[in-house]
Nanobody, 128 residues
Framework: QVQLVESGGGSVQTGGSLRLSCTAS????????MGWFRQAPGKEREGVAA????????FYADSVKGRFTISKDDAKNTLFLQMNSLKPEDTAMYYC?????????????????????WGQGTQVTVSS
């Protein structure tokens, strides 16, 4: 089973940048797609960005389009989320997720139901 470990979170001021990384353990090539999700205190978890491993098709939430970029390095089994022009409303715990169960057939790219493997999360805090 794939295991995911996120890193790169931290505290920045409004307008700053951060790059999150998510390294997958063995069986990375069993993933169909991977995504980033976030959850702010008192709010539901929401999909931020997702990418399909073979096609590289990427999807973004409207709230982050033009500011965040999802990418991956298959040789290093690593997923990235480059976050620019950060806003206080981007403050949340960010989670990496993988679909190894062909859930893409049933659930949209930014639906958390479409992922069966999750990392432990990394905190991003943006101050005004």
């Amino acid at each position: 089973q794939v295991q995911l470990v996120e890193s790169g979170g931290g505290s920045v001021q409004t307008g700053g940048s951060l790059r999150l990384s998510c390294t997958a353990s063995a069986n990375y090539y069993s993933t169909y797609r991977m995504g980033w999700f976030r959850q702010a205190p008192g709010k539901e978890r929401e999909g931020v960005a997702a990418i399909y491993r073979l096609s590289n098709n990427a999807f973004y939430a409207d709230s982050v389009k033009g500011r965040f970029t999802i990418s991956k390095d298959d040789a290093k089994n690593t997923l990235f989320l480059q976050m620019n022009s950060l806003k206080p409303e981007d403050t949340a715990m960010y989670y990496c997720a993988a679909d190894t169960g062909e859930l893409w057939r049933k659930y949209a790219a930014l639906s958390e139901n479409g992922y069966n493997v999750w990392g432990q999360g990394t905190q991003v805090t943006v101050s005004s």
